[in-house]
């Protein structure tokens, strides 16, 4: 709507240019043809919706005619309107010119303002009179209102409401201390239905498989919770959490044998697979890369696939999340000699009959 008005003063100006050339008879010829679509049009529409810049335009271009002459035009709107409005933007030209002008208040420096931002995001707890009292220890010298404004401005409610921690920032404040639980199945060539039970350390991405049945009994999933207390401890591996499901295979035991460990079970929310995000991950992966691609025999074959595969993820298969590196694999220190690079001699390794690949270079 702003540039309207411009725009139509241009065209008008384009207009007028283009009729200098022409004679008065054309003149007359066209004035007559446009008064005649204007009466036809005036007979079709009961009252036309003219905007703003369109009565300014209008206003502008005939006030100057006399009032007996505008009676004699054919007009969309009476004389005494069309005067009215050329009125009306003499007085907001007068009253836009008379009102004092005052700088107001300057906007505050925007790395101060990113700075507030970004004391509000590190600490949450924090704050406008916190944030402004670290300020004024970093010799900044803002009011207390300001930060409070530019607070506001961006959205952010008072410190009470955003005390609690989300799920997301708990995740990556605690990834070193968490492992995550699933179970998932698979099948076999006839049809029967295997359990497979496996747990992710979130920090490193090592996978461990710890058991594969068709009976996933309260006895079978006890005794390899032990068995993965016992290999977290003797790992050394400080693990202060455990985050699972709500599955109905999970015995109470189960909870209990990690609690004497000091380990805390997190139960994710009823049909919430994205607070396990990182277990379903690897699941997917799994079965992409191996179990759709393998007929399962029977409950030996799975697990030895599964421990293959185990052996493949941790210690071969690059992992966004690691920077290309593997869990029990760094990455080895880039090449540049360009002899290398020219020649060079890199040797693949099966496992599981081709189904998995692995590269690297020859010794």
């Known amino acids: 709507m702003p540039l309207r008005l411009p725009y139509l003063a241009l065209s008008t100006a384009f207009s007028f240019i283009r009729l200098l050339p022409m004679s008065d008879r054309h003149k007359d010829l066209e004035i007559l043809a446009l008064r005649h679509q204007l009466a036809v049009l005036q007979r079709q529409v009961d009252k036309p919706q003219l905007t703003w810049p369109d009565r300014a335009l ?32 003499l007085r907001r030209r007068h009253a836009k010119e008379s009102r004092p002008k005052r700088p107001g208040r300057p ?53 009470p409401e955003r005390e609690h921690t989300t799920w997301a920032a708990f995740l990556r404040s605690q990834a070193d201390a968490i492992l995550a639980a699933d179970f998932f199945e698979a099948k076999t060539l006839t049809g029967a239905t295997l359990t497979v039970l496996a747990v992710i350390e979130h920090a490193t991405r090592r996978v461990r498989i710890l058991g594969v049945t068709a009976q996933p009994t309260a006895a079978w999933i006890t005794q390899l919770v032990r068995n993965l207390a016992m290999d977290v401890q003797n790992a050394g591996t400080k693990v202060a959490y455990l985050i699972r499901d709500r599955d109905v295979r999970y015995p109470p035991v189960f909870d209990a044998v990690l609690a004497g460990e000091g380990i805390e079970v997190l139960k ?6 994205r607070m396990n995000a990182i277990m379903e991950r690897w699941i997917r992966s799994c079965r992409a890369e191996l179990l759709d691609r393998t007929l399962i025999w029977d409950q030996a074959h799975l697990l030895h696939a599964l421990r293959e595969y185990e052996a493949f993820y941790n210690e071969h298969r690059p992992h966004r999340a690691l920077a290309g590196a593997a869990p029990l694999r760094p990455l080895p220190e880039p090449i540049v000699e360009p002899g290398r690079l020219a020649h060079l001699d890199v040797r693949r390794r099966d496992r599981l009959s081709g189904i998995l690949h692995e590269y690297q270079h020859a010794a």
Do not use: C, F
């Not at 994710?268 to 697979?273: A, H, I, L």
């Open 107 to 159: 906007r505050t420096v925007r790395s101060i303002r990113a700075l507030v931002l970004r004391l509000v995001q590190e600490n949450p707890q924090w704050g406008y009179r916190r944030v402004h009292g670290e300020l004024a220890a970093l010799g900044i010298k803002v009011a207390a209102s300001t930060v409070w404004s530019i607070l506001k401005e961006h959205g952010i409610p008072p410190a």
């Open 268 to 273: 994710t929310g009823v049909r919430m697979p």
């Open 58 to 89: 209008l206003a502008a271009l005939l006030h100057r005619l006399p009032r007996a002459r505008l009676r004699r035009l054919h007009l969309i709107v009476s004389p005494e309107t069309l005067l009215s409005w050329h009125r009306d933007l």
